[in-house]
């Protein structure tokens, strides 16, 4: 990472619904109200004309939501038109769109690849249609499979698949086939997270604290286990505590993320990290769209604005940098703090490796989690707070 480098993050915060899990900001939308928001959108964007944010080499642009794949391809068109234009966009740009099955055709893809768009991260969360029905997800595995063909068909050398475990009546047998299943079509890179029921979702009304059919902790754990052998096995490295990928496939865009690159977010809710500031825009999309339109953006973004410390810092650097498998270097830790880590956490650096849940490579000296230090991740980050 160069230090004029910057990623943008794009948020689109549309659904065709709500799945029964998410507590992402995100909800349906009709096409005017879908209008409305890119609008605002490309006036945020505009906004960074003269600004010096602009100036930098982006390396990075990610299309997150929601579903961005809802978004028309005069819409798509439209955003990248004001994007090249206000920022520059180094030649090799990682740029991500994700997308769900039932939301993509033929012409909106042709359309990304024509924008320039590289990466493909699509949500299948699992090849079993009747999981997908307990999630509230709006497709089914075949529907999944010809958007991913489509994408193939089409030129698309890079994508992501999203798959979720510990799902409700799940079991390992059945998440381990679903994983081969997926495999045999050979994504450049797989994300697999385990479900986790968040308050305020219709699965927490269902599922918290009841006695159900979610898997326990010991088959979470086993499924988990089971993910990175065989993904191993197919030729994948696990790069960071949940992401996969072929050789030379890894996420620029999340790398930023673990490796404390800077960041602009755009859109509603979008978090940013520049000049040791993180703050976000606004999350009331009523709010959003108002303030651009009334040419007063600016009082719906850098909100809930944090000043990092050298302490919050060097905590960051620990435990967002060990979520990576190549885990924290030493040398680049005394670089930006001008100490070694060591010196400001030697205790806890001893303590996590004498019960192996942390090691130190005795060349590089770089820090990182063990098998067992993976399985208790936030565990380990804690001992890095100062
Ligand atoms: S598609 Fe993704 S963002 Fe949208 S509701 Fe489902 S999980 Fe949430």
Redesign the pocket.
Known sequence: MKKNDLSLYIHIPF?VR??L??D?L?GPADARGRDAYMQALLLELESYRNHPLAKRNITTVFIG???PSLLTEEQIEALFAKLKDVFFLEEDCEITIEM?PGTVTKQKIDCYLKVGINRFSI?LQSPHDALLKTLG?IHTYKQFLETYHMLRAAGADNINIDLMSALPGQTVQMYCEGLRKVLELSPEHISAYSLIVEEGTPFYEKYNNKCNDLPGEEEDRLMYECTGEILHDAGYERYEISNYAKEGFSSRHNSVYWERGEYLGIGLGSASFTDRCRYKNTSNLKEYIDAWNAGNGASVQRMEEERLTGEDEMEEFMFLGLRMMKGVSGEKFCEQFGVMPEEVFGSEIEKLIQQRLIQRDVESGRISLTKSGIDVSNYVFEHFLL
Do not use: D, E, P, W
């Open positions: 659904c709500k799945c899990y998410c992402f995100s939501g929601g579903t769900n949500g997800r």
